[in-house]
DNA sequence: AGCTCTGTTATCTG
DNA sequence: ACAGATAACAGAGC
């Protein structure tokens, strides 16, 4: 479930081995996943360069490696990324990988909804700079909330966060943890919000990030048991907070979870 | 066998 | 023009 938090853990597994020196390993161009990258293109930037740093936006990241190589990851539905030990074996999905003497960078997406993409810039590039705030940034601001809600008032909550443009890195499971412990309904219109269920909104977006990034992001550990999370995957479950039966549709599009009893 | 699913984008429909 | 809905992408798991 790559969101916000699995893709910072993911990247941290990649970001252990700056300072090693890379050759390619495996790209297979026949995955839809990496057909931005080009063969030609791929082989020249990933021979012999060395792994500088790592960052995280939302659901994006970038690796920075020496001579100007930038490479971008997108994990879409199903994508993961690994550090195995030398020799170890790639597997059917493994679509994209480095090899240094110490190590192998393994990109795996058995989907295919993924996306890399090879940049070459002297310093970071300026579009990765000029994303917008994320939850948890400083420049994430009750104000900024406001502008959003005021710009998208006739969507239902759970599609408003799921915008990657107001809420990057909330995905499925995070936005509907957000809106159960917010109490709001995902089906509410963003207009309907009153000054204190914005307020509550707010909260939720950063405590739920914040909490997710220390438990997941840190080390892949499960949230805290008693938040919805554990409750959404399948039809069926109960309500921590009441016990009463959940609800789950589709809002948005997208598979929907929260309960009737607690939500409102 | 048939349906579901962590995400995004192109293409519809009203 | 525009927002919202839907299909498409590809595979694994139930």
Not at 61 to 69: E, I, R, S, T
Not at 190 to 218: P, W, Y
Not at 233 to 248: D, N, V
């Amino acid at each position: 479930m790559p969101e916000l938090a699995e893709v910072f853990y993911y990247a941290s597994q990649w970001k252990r081995a700056a300072g090693e020196r890379f050759e390619l390993e495996r790209l297979s161009l026949t995955a839809r996943c990496c057909r931005a990258l080009g063969k030609e293109a791929a082989q020249e930037a990933f021979s012999g360069v060395t792994l500088l740093d790592g960052y995280t936006h939302g659901k994006r990241m970038l690796f920075a490696f020496d001579g100007g190589v930038y490479l971008e990851v997108h994990l879409g539905m199903t994508g993961a990324l690994r550090r195995e030990a030398l020799g170890a074996r790639l597997e059917k999905h493994d679509h994209f990988a480095l090899t240094s003497g110490r190590s192998m960078l393994v990109f795996r997406d058995p989907r295919q909804f993924g996306k890399l993409a090879l940049h070459r810039s002297r310093e970071v590039p300026a579009w990765w700079l000029e994303l917008p705030p994320q939850p948890l940034d400083k420049a994430f601001t009750r104000r900024r909330l406001a502008a959003a809600c005021e710009l998208r008032g006739r969507r239902p909550l759970k599609s408003f966060l799921l915008d990657q443009e107001h809420f990057p890195g909330v995905g499925n499971w995070m936005a509907d943890e957000i809106l159960w412990q917010a109490r709001l309904r995902p089906s509410r219109r963003v207009a309907s919000l009153d000054d204190e269920e914005r307020e509550n909104l707010f909260g939720s977006i950063q405590q739920v990030c914040r909490v997710a990034m220390e438990t997941v992001g840190k080390d892949y550990r499960d949230p805290p048991e008693d938040w919805l999370f554990h409750c959404r995957w399948r039809a069926g479950g109960t309500c921590p907070k009441t016990g009463k039966s959940l609800a789950r549709e589709t809002i948005g599009g997208r598979c929907t979870c929260w309960s009737p009893t607690w939500q409102h």
